[in-house]
């Protein structure tokens, strides 16, 4: 079964605060992503990395930077936490099988982050 | 970009009836993907579809991936009360190069009243 694990469920910051949220998947997956997720919005991709080391801007990079030091964790960065980054954040995994052609995702529970 | 319109945004109906909800884009896709979500949890993958016209199982849920590559609809047979939750499909298109971006729906609120 594809696990994967966000480092908290609850986290409540204040603003101005650096944040970080932890994501392991424990698959050997090569991509990882990081959305948001807020009522009547659905689901919108923060940032999503294909390898180690790299990462590429998804559709609301604005505030956000990640870090891909190891192949199984992908970590979130919110450098300044503002409350309009109040959200609920969702880490998901795929297989790569290469030409761009993925895996279906898996997600993790979710962190939900006040930021007060 | 592509947008995908997913319907109906809610549904609240009876245990034991049938559920249907599609979504529709704008551009083609060559995957689909539905998933559901329960309170205060992620994502969970159900039914995955790869080709144009294919019509997937999974236990009391039916999906098919649209002839047009531009719609999908999910059905649940005999509703039951676990059955409620946030439904949301996802659409992917690979056209040479790289293409790891999933565009998802709104999802559909489903209640089902026992």
């Known amino acids: 079964d594809v696990k994967v694990t966000q480092s908290s469920r609850y986290l409540v910051k204040r603003t101005g605060e650096k944040v970080f949220l932890e994501c392991v998947q424990d698959m050997d997956h090569e991509n990882m992503f990081w959305y948001r997720q807020d009522p009547g919005l659905g689901l919108r991709l923060i940032y999503f990395?294909?390898?180690?080391?790299?990462?590429e801007k998804g559709d609301i990079p604005e505030g956000y930077s990640v870090s891909r030091e190891k192949k199984e964790r992908f970590s979130l960065i919110l450098e300044s936490a503002s409350t309009n980054q109040t959200s609920m954040y969702l880490c998901?995994?795929?297989?790569?099988?290469?030409?761009?052609?993925?895996?279906?995702?898996?997600f993790g529970p979710g962190t939900r982050l006040l930021v007060l | 970009g592509q947008q995908l319109n997913q319907s109906p945004q809610s549904m609240f109906i009876q245990e034991g009836e049938d559920v249907s909800m599609n979504c529709t884009s704008s551009s083609i896709f060559n995957t689909w993907l539905w998933y559901k979500q329960d309170p205060g949890e992620g994502p969970v993958l159900l039914i995955a579809l790869y080709k144009a016209g294919e019509l997937t199982s999974n236990g009391r849920l039916t999906a098919q991936f649209g002839i047009t590559r531009k719609d999908s609809f999910l059905n649940i047979s005999a509703s039951i009360p676990s059955d409620v939750g946030i439904y949301f499909c996802a659409g992917q298109l690979v056209a040479g190069g790289s293409n790891y971006k999933l565009t998802f729906g709104k999802g559909t609120l489903l209640t089902v009243n026992p």
């Open positions: 990395s294909y390898d180690v080391k790299m990462k």
């Open positions: 998901a995994s795929s297989l790569d099988y290469g030409q761009g052609r993925q895996e279906t995702q898996y």
